[in-house]
């Protein structure tokens, strides 16, 4: 699964530590303006910031991204710097997406034939595949089977 970005907005970077008075009292200044739909144009309230280095509300365009950490959506798992770029942006925990419907696919174990099996135990072990619990698909239609159920990735 590819991993997520966690990102801030900044618009100066050496922002300030929140402080809510300040933030209500700009809050309210925008609003009772009347300018806002000026100043903002269309944005929604849902796409401003507030700045604590200068007590503003500032648009998307105004600020820009920082990425704090990156994150598996699957797993919740916080992943290093470090280790995205060594892992390619990939979850290095089995979190894999179904090519089908996008769901989060999981590892399951097919027991060999019994008979095989008592024949020659050092031959033949547990056969790991992905398996879609919404539609079904998995790995084994495509021939990709694994000998272990960890670090797939």
């Known amino acids: 699964m590819e991993l ?6 900044n618009h100066h970077p050496s922002a300030h530590a929140h402080e809510s008075v300040r933030r209500s009292k700009a809050m309210a200044e925008f609003f009772d ?17 507030f700045c604590d280095s200068c007590d503003e509300i500032r648009c998307s365009k105004c600020t820009q991204d920082e990425i704090v950490c990156y994150y598996c959506p699957n797993c919740l798992f916080d992943v290093p710097t470090a280790s995205v770029k060594m892992e ?11 090519p089908i419907c996008q769901n ?9 034939d019994a ?14 595949y992905l398996n879609c619990n919404i539609c079904q698909w998995n790995s084994q239609s495509i021939d990709m089977t694994f000998e272990r159920p960890t670090g797939l990735a």
């Open 104 to 112: 989060t696919l999981s590892v399951v174990s097919e027991d060999p």
């Open 88 to 98: 390619k942006h990939k979850c290095s925990r089995n979190c894999f997406e179904c």
């Open 115 to 128: 008979g095989q099996f008592a024949a020659a135990p050092a031959a033949f072990g547990h056969v790991y």
């Open 33 to 49: 303006s009347g300018n806002n739909s000026d100043t903002f144009g269309s944005q929604s309230l849902s796409r401003l910031y």
């Open 4 to 9: 997520v970005p966690t990102t801030t907005r």
